[in-house]
């Protein structure tokens, strides 16, 4: 599934420098945006195996140590062309979006949100996941920017359709404007939800049916990637401007951290970062 020809296929490539693996959406680099989702690959991390030492996990701080976390981001950072600062959010899978306007905002911020944006430049907007779904968006024509952190509970509550609102608000971002990349997350079929995903699904979208597989009674596997992508569309966003990475993060846990699979295994898990800026 990450071979060269279904990466190139899906509008993705893969960026690698001293054994950091990093995947990259061309149309938002072709459109002047810094970007990319991480892997577990090429880090110091030893969060799965003692002996290994090698993990890319990029957040965490209950279940890592600062200096790797940050020796971590050092490489993760040194993939892209130039010194880019950093700017995230205390995520807790909810609707707040983060404004980042000024050097103030930057850094590890303590504000709760699961999505943020900016126009700032040399600025890397991140957000962090290990199954939820990323997705990074640039305005082509203003040079505005988002990054977006959608589990199940923030598309419920239409995450993604907010942050295009607020790239609107905030810099008149047009919907027609926007490139948007959705990331390496939960998508295959072993990511089955019960009643309570479901439930809330229905009682948010009138066609929810059309994103379940049903598997057994009271279970289905769900497709986040989609209803993040329709969410989009219906925001005003061209489908032709949407790509769609195929990779599922349960699937591949030799390329990402799962908190499904391995948070009941080991008890922990690393983080993924996603992050979108300027060139």
């Known amino acids: 599934m990450d071979s060269k020809e279904t990466v190139a296929d899906s509008g993705f490539y893969w960026r690698e420098e001293g054994g950091v693996k990093v995947l990259v959406c061309r149309a938002l680099e072709d459109a002047c945006f810094a970007n990319g989702f991480s892997t577990r690959l090429g880090g110091v991390s030893s969060l799965m195996d003692v002996k290994a030492g090698t993990e890319l996990n990029l957040a965490g701080f209950n279940e890592d140590t600062r200096e790797n976390i940050y020796e971590n981001r050092r490489r ?58 990323p997705i990074l968006i640039g305005d082509r024509v203003t040079g505005a920017f988002a990054a977006v952190h959608a589990g199940w509970r923030g598309t419920v509550q239409s995450i993604v ?84 990475s195929s990779l599922c993060t349960i699937e591949r846990v030799d390329l990402f951290f799962s908190y499904r699979i391995e948070k009941a295994k080991f008890g922990r898990t690393g983080r993924l970062m996603s992050v979108i800026g300027r060139l």
């Open 76 to 133: 993760f950072f040194a993939v892209f062309s130039r010194d880019y600062r950093l700017a995230t959010a205390w995520q807790i899978h909810g609707d707040n979006i983060r404004v980042v306007s000024d050097d103030g905002d930057l850094g590890d911020a303590d504000e709760r949100a699961d999505a943020l944006v900016s126009d700032l430049e040399n600025v890397l907007l991140g957000v962090k996941t290990a199954d939820c779904v």
């Open 161 to 244: 359709k907010k942050a295009v609102a607020k790239l609107a608000e905030t810099f008149e971002s047009k919907p027609e404007d926007l490139i948007c990349a959705i990331g390496p997350a939960a998508g295959c079929d072993q990511y089955e939800v019960g009643e309570d995903v479901i439930g809330a699904f229905k009682q948010n979208f009138s066609e929810s049916d059309k994103y379940f597989q049903q598997t057994r009674s009271g279970h289905a596997l769900v497709d986040l990637k989609a209803a993040n992508r329709d969410q989009l569309i219906a925001a005003g966003v061209d489908s032709k401007n949407i790509q769609i």
